[in-house]
């Protein structure tokens, strides 16, 4: 059997891990080499030690993943495939080191130590990246609108690496909840995939039809446009200049391919027709539900008050008076359509505008348990147990639809 080798990293409790294991068959198995979660200022890393209870502490590593980095770099071993989803911010280069390996004034501290890892790594760099982020990494940050996200391309341009992207939101296709993430693949050079790359004339097929996101969730053929851009293999570079004569908009579409620090970019539509799975479809038994996640009589006219549209007047700290508007929310949330995004302030009794809430079949209303937002992210049942409810729900908050994961990883299995 064929093992690919994989790190991953920001693991939280495992989202990437159990996609990728049920993307196996019985050729080839990916299997987790290396792993780490680490939360920072939290007092306990509950995540961490979820990932433990569930796949056991075997090459599982609970610090900074930047120290690591930096001083215990040895204890990353060699690897096919780096996976993680690593948290958005700011992406800024401020210089370069002239005999230094890395990149200076970095804010974007935990994209760097990714960039880091694949040139410590050097020639045993892994051949193949597939890495998950909020779908604003593609516009951000508002003031020279894409610059970050050509930072990465550019980064990973000058590590000889090819990239591909597309914003999925799951529902599109079939899937439980309505989350749009970013997913990124990256494709080292002289790979099987960076070579059909680049021997692709027209970037579209690729985009539409020929790439491995593109084998793994279909989209619409029809007038499809794509823009060209040019980000080069310098993110110093990118990072001062990117974006700087059109900061209103980003040039990235929600989906495209990069190679050799050429980028093709097009907006895609999904193209779905099979069976569409529901919020109902995961909802337990009411006598099962403890009495905390229903919603107390004295509570209702305030969580109707938040969920409810609203225009008006309301004054700053500083005495400044201002109109505040908004629309109103489907309340209780509909049963039989995919469920709204989970946040992660979904837990906890106090009523807010986007904690989920829905009616019982007796008529009670109540918000979701932490067993029904993990399968809505396609985790098993009970797979955060023993962290505190709040907490459960902060992590599914963060996590992602094991599902998309899944998918993606066949698809990238067949064409390696």
């Given amino acids: 059997m064929k093992k690919i080798r994989v790190v991953e990293l920001f693991a939280g409790v495992g989202g990437f891990r159990l996609g990728l294991e049920k993307a ?47 001083k215990k770099f040895k204890d990353i071993p060699h690897h096919d495939l780096l996976v993680g989803g690593f948290p958005c911010q700011d992406y800024s280069v401020a210089r370069t080191l002239s ?13 760097w ?25 593609l516009k951000s940050p508002a003031k020279q609108r894409g610059r970050d996200f050509a930072i990465m391309l550019s980064s990973l341009a000058s590590l000889g690496y090819a990239v591909e992207w597309r914003i999925i939101n799951a529902a599109d296709y079939g899937f439980p909840q309505r989350r749009r993430r970013v997913y990124i693949l990256g494709y080292k050079k002289n790979t099987s995939i960076w070579k059909s790359i680049s021997k692709c004339k027209d ?23 794509v823009n060209e851009v040019e980000v080069g293999l310098d993110p110093v570079f990118v990072s001062n200049k ?11 579409e929600n989906s495209g391919v990069m190679i ?68 109103g929310m489907v309340f209780p949330d509909a049963l039989d359509k995919p469920s709204r995004t989970i946040v992660t302030g979904e837990g906890g009794a106090s009523p807010s505008r986007f904690k989920h809430v829905i009616r019982t079949k007796s008529g009670r209303l109540r918000r979701l348990t932490p067993i029904e937002l993990e399968q809505l992210n396609m985790f098993p049942k009970n797979h955060t147990a023993g962290a505190p409810d709040i907490t459960r729900a902060f992590i599914m908050g963060n996590a992602l639809v094991v599902g998309v994961i899944e998918r993606i990883g066949k698809s990238l299995r067949d064409c390696m």
């Fill in 24 to 70: 196996g068959n019985k050729t080839t198995k990916y299997e987790i080499s290396w792993s780490s979660q680490w939360e920072p200022g939290a007092k306990r890393q509950y995540a961490s030690d979820i990932y433990i209870s569930r796949f056991g502490d075997k090459n599982h590593s609970c610090e900074d993943i930047q120290v690591v980095v930096d």
């Fill in 99 to 111: 005999q230094a390996d890395g990149l200076a004034g970095k804010k974007g501290v935990l994209w």
């Fill in 113 to 137: 130590s990714i960039y880091n890892i694949l040139l410590k790594k050097g020639r045993n760099a892994p051949k193949f990246l597939f890495l998950e982020n909020v779908d604003r990494l």
């Fill in 242 to 252: 990117f974006s700087k004569d059109m900061p209103s908009k980003s040039p990235f």
């Fill in 203 to 225: 970037k579209k097929d690729w985009i539409i039809k020929d790439g491995v996101i593109a084998k793994a969730f279909k989209v619409k053929t029809d007038n499809i446009k």
């Fill in 260 to 327: 050799n620090g050429q980028v093709f970019t097009a907006k895609v539509e999904a193209d779905y027709k099979d069976r569409y799975s529901v919020l109902g479809d995961f909802i337990i038994d009411e006598k099962d539900v403890p009495e905390e996640f229903f919603i107390k009589d004295s509570y209702l006219k305030k969580w109707e008050y938040l969920k409810g549209g609203k225009k008006e007047e309301r004054e700053s700290k500083d005495g400044f008076k201002y109109f505040y508007s908004e629309g």
